[in-house]
């Protein structure tokens, strides 16, 4: 792992690139399948899943036999741990839900907001190093408290032309209505254009490799919303003294394991804890079945001295990282000052995977940067607010004389004649 002792400020911004392939390079690919998929629907979904899946699918649409044995696929004691993770998610999301209040802006002039679902939403869950049904939990939950009607879910489908029982087994449970096998650029694709089998939505959500990111970012230029880039997994862990050096250690490679473009970062200013995290990393690595990924992330990852908290709470907030946790004896410095994060975990006892699978939060979150001006999924990510007014006479007459001025003054007639004919009818 790369070691930097007060690293000067102008080198910052290439000590924190991200290891993943820009925009440019993958936007090609992605637009060579999206025009497939456009002209050719399932055939063109059935050429790419073929080429990077590596089988020949007969059919897209998972069907309600495969949904009924999913059930008998995966031990009890996995499902019960499914159900836990979903109340608390639920619980969490819930708490989400917003109150209308109407507001009397003048007198006579009512104006409140009402948030509705969005009817159709895609959702994208990770399929092709790790089967992550935990990312259906943190799709479908919320969206079925929002209310959305058609919640079709996408992944792709292992060497067998299947999906992981646990996805199909969580789908269930979550209420989402139409389960695809279907990963990859080509997935949201589908999504995007809509094909013979798959449902054209209104957006698409989720993460996914820089391949799957990008391709929700093309998709916006089809009219299509996303929930935000949600790529490669990041962590920032800061620690000091108070730190214990194998928690952080086992946190760092929790993300390192992901895939070979994650990114984990530790920032510190104790050059004891840096040490020992580093021999701790060496050591714990070891033992990880994903040891060849891991390995490779780490290598993308970086070690990091500063002398001051002041100094590491800049860098951090200019690496903006999808996950942030904090391990010092001045936690509630880094608590205030974080602009730039998508999920914060405080303390030895919060490690980043209670919040991959159960504490409530939502872990699908920004990131290479994105954490500076989007949110991770919430429950206002399933739903659309729509601002309503009500003027009375009395209303009309108290703000017609603003309206008519300010139209006359962006030379708009027909808007202050809209006003004027009514304010007449009142005399
Ligand atoms: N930010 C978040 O909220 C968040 C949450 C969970 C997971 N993740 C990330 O999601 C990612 C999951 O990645 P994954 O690869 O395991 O699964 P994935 O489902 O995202 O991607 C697999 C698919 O990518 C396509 N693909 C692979 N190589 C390709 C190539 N060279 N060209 C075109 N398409 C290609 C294939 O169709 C394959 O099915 C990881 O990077 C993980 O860190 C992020
Ligand atoms: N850490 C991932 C988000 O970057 C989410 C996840 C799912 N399963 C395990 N982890
Ligand atoms: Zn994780």
């Not at 990770?126 to 992944?155: D, H, N, Q, W, Y």
Request: aromatic share 6%.
């Amino acid at each position: 792992m790369n070691t930097n002792i007060n690293p000067p400020k102008e080198n910052w911004s290439s000590l924190l690139q991200r290891p993943t392939k820009t925009f440019e390079v993958v936007e090609t690919t992605v637009s060579s399948i999206f025009d497939d998929v456009k002209r050719n629907g399932d055939d063109g979904i059935k050429r790419y899943t073929s080429i990077f899946d590596g089988v020949e699918l007969t059919d897209i649409k998972v069907t309600d036999e495969e949904i009924l044995q999913a059930e008998n696929l995966i031990s009890k004691e996995l499902k019960e741990a499914i159900q836990v993770a979903k109340n608390n998610i639920s619980k969490f999301h819930s708490s989400q839900k917003t109150k209308t209040y109407k507001i009397e802006t003048a007198s006579g002039v009512f104006c409140w907001q009402e948030k509705r679902p969005i009817q159709k939403v895609g959702l994208y869950i990770p399929g092709g190093t790790a089967p992550l049904f935990s990312s259906v939990l943190m799709l479908a939950i919320p969206a079925k408290i929002a209310g959305c009607k058609e919640i079709i879910l996408c992944s792709p489908p292992n060497k067998k032309g299947e999906i992981n029982p646990a996805i199909i087994y969580a789908a269930k449970i979550c209420g989402v209505t139409t389960i695809l096998k279907v990963g990859g650029i080509q997935a949201i694709a589908g999504l995007a254009f809509g094909t013979e089998s798959i449902p054209k939505v209104f957006k698409i959500f989720g993460p996914g490799n820089q391949y799957v990111t990008v391709a929700k970012q093309l998709a916006t230029k089809f009219g299509v919303a996303i929930d935000m880039p949600a790529g490669p997994s990041e962590l920032l862990v800061v620690a000091d003294d108070s730190a214990n050096a194998s928690f952080v250690a086992s946190d760092l490679l929790s993300q390192a394991e992901h895939g070979t473009d994650s990114q984990v970062i530790l920032v510190t200013t104790s050059k004891k804890i840096l040490e020992s995290v580093e021999l701790e990393l060496v050591k714990q690595l070891n033992s990880l079945s994903r040891k060849a990924i891991a390995e490779k992330a780490i290598e993308n990852s970086k070690l990091i001295f500063v002398e001051t908290k002041e100094v590491a709470l800049e860098l951090i907030n200019e690496y903006g990282p999808e996950h942030f946790i904090v391990c010092t004896n001045t936690n509630d410095f880094y608590i205030d000052g974080i602009e730039n994060a998508g999920s914060v975990f405080i303390g030895n006892y919060t490690p980043e995977s209670a919040g991959d699978y159960a504490s409530g939060t939502n872990h699908t979150l920004p990131t290479n940067g994105h954490t500076k001006a989007y949110s991770g999924v919430n429950l206002d990510s399933f739903l659309k607010a729509i601002s309503f007014q009500k003027i009375s006479k009395e209303g009309i007459q108290n703000i017609g004389k603003t309206i008519e001025i300010m139209a006359e003054a962006e030379g708009l007639d027909a808007h202050k004649n809209a006003v004027t004919l009514r304010l007449n009818n009142l005399k």
